[in-house]
């Protein structure tokens, strides 16, 4: 089984920072990974699919990259609004969550 | 406009079978390249994948817990079910169910607000 690592587990930053979460594959999942935002007491909701492809209506500070094992969310100037936990989603060989990463504002 | 959501007993006892409801709207799980997807999340946890079926009834199992797992669908009237048979404590999440798009890669482009289900005795 393709185990997925993210990190950091919680991750605080000031509002316009430039915020990176990693995710990183237990083995070569070929860019099939997708990133997902879950604000509290909400359902997840697509972000990036296929590593670099933004979700339509998701704004364009959102990033995605990477390959091999390790992938990449970049968010360019964090808003308030992004307060959440973000997970990544591999679907190369199964299919494997993340184990999350939540954002707070410092 | 793709619309999901998610329907069960709400509270179980131990060793009994949990049955969930997934009703959608706006996709057809016939047409090529559509699927749903069950998800689930213990209370201040993370997100378990735990099974699918697509446009071709094809069907997969998280394989920590494939042989308690059935997962099916009712295309005449748009929904999707999944059984989860002995339960115990540790099956107490809420649990989702998506829409599974493939289109040359996988995502979960819609999901439902998610059901309460608790296991106890």
């Known amino acids: 089984d393709i185990q997925m690592t993210q990190s950091p587990p919680v991750l605080s930053a000031s509002v316009g920072d430039r915020v990176t979460l990693s995710c990183k594959a237990s083995q070569n999942i070929n860019k099939n990974l997708d990133w997902y935002q879950q604000k509290h007491g909400e359902a997840p909701k697509l972000l990036i699919y296929?590593?670099?492809n933004l979700q339509t209506g998701i704004p364009s500070r959102f990033s995605g990259s990477g390959s091999g094992t390790d992938y990449t969310l970049t968010i360019s100037s964090l808003q308030p609004e992004d307060v959440a936990t973000y997970y990544c989603?591999?679907?190369?060989?199964?299919?494997?969550f993340g184990g999350g990463t939540k954002l707070e504002l410092k | 406009q793709v619309t999901l959501k998610e329907s069960g007993p709400g509270i179980l006892q131990p060793s009994q079978t949990l049955s969930l409801t997934c009703t959608f709207s706006g996709f057809s799980l016939s047409t090529y390249g559509m699927g749903v997807a069950w998800i689930r999340q213990p209370s201040g946890k993370g997100l378990e994948w735990l099974a699918n079926?697509?446009?071709?009834?094809?069907?997969y199992y998280n394989p920590s817990l494939k042989n308690r797992l059935t997962i099916s669908r009712d295309t005449s009237n748009n929904q999707a079910f999944l059984k989860i048979t002995n339960v115990d404590t540790a099956d107490t999440a809420t649990y989702y169910c998506?829409?599974?798009?493939?289109?040359?890669?996988?995502?979960?482009?819609?999901w439902g607000q998610g059901v309460m289900v608790t296991v106890s005795s």
């Open positions: 989603y591999q679907y190369n060989s199964g299919w494997t």
């Open positions: 296929y590593t670099n």
């Open positions: 079926i697509w446009w071709d009834d094809d069907k």
């Open positions: 998506a829409r599974n798009y493939y289109d040359g890669t996988y995502y979960f482009d819609y």
